[in-house]
């Protein structure tokens, strides 16, 4: 059976890659994996049907035959691991490399989410202008430990690996702050990211899926 994904309907990035079925497009398209994306409306994402696959109703989900999953993290981690491409094969590298992906999402994507919410739901907030210095601060300390790791390799550990995937995916949110540019080494990290066939395909479906509802809204 083929895989299916779900996707927004109508993503809210404006299709800038930025929602989590890019994660999960460029997996796939790392270990040249074919897929189907079904694409769900909010209104369906709360309905039972939905939440049956994804019980806090969000996408995307992954099913597989018999096998449905939800989190990028989760779906990601099962497809390195089923095929060849995201996870080195030696036992060292492989562990580090899943914890470059647990890294990404449990130390990194937090802090910047912070201030997308900062941003973008509470911006109207008296507390806010206060606030955004002390998340930036906090992005910065995250960055600066990111990018003394990095230094001047291309990838973290060694060759590309689902690690660098969930990585640049995290860190693309900072793209529109100006942030990264703060670190050459980082920029320079992403863009090798962007720069992968891999990523490209996925990129440029999200984005074609976007321009097909916008023309037809």
Do not use: C
């Not at 601060?137 to 689902?162: C, K, N, T």
């Not at 640049?168 to 990264?180: A, D, F, N, T, W």
């Amino acid at each position: 059976m083929t895989i299916t994904i779900t996707a927004f309907e109508r993503s809210p990035d404006g299709g800038r890659g930025l929602a989590r079925d890019t994660r999960v497009r460029w997996a796939l398209e790392e270990v040249g994996q074919p897929y189907e994306v079904r694409l769900v409306s909010f209104l369906a994402m709360k309905e039972p049907v939905h939440l049956a696959l994804h019980p806090f109703g969000q996408i995307p989900t992954y099913q597989d035959g018999g096998l449905t999953l939800f989190e990028t993290g989760a779906i990601v981690f099962h497809i390195a691991e089923r095929h060849s491409g995201l996870l080195p094969g030696d036992a060292h590298a492989r562990g580090r490399a899943m914890t470059w992906m647990f890294a990404a999402l449990n130390t990194v994507e937090p802090t910047i989410l912070e201030l997308v919410t900062a941003k973008l739901v509470e911006g109207d907030k008296p507390w806010t202008p206060a606030r955004l210095p002390l998340v930036m601060d906090r992005i910065r300390i995250r960055l600066g430990q990111l990018s003394s790791h990095l230094g001047d390799a291309d990838w973290l550990d060694g060759a590309f690996s689902a690690g660098d995937l969930m990585m640049v995916s995290v860190l693309l949110r900072l793209k529109m702050s100006g942030v990264l540019t703060e670190y050459p080494n980082l920029a320079a990290y992403v863009a090798r990211g962007e720069a992968r066939p891999a990523y490209k395909r996925a990129f440029d479906a999200q984005l074609a899926l976007y321009r097909d509802m916008s023309s037809t809204g």
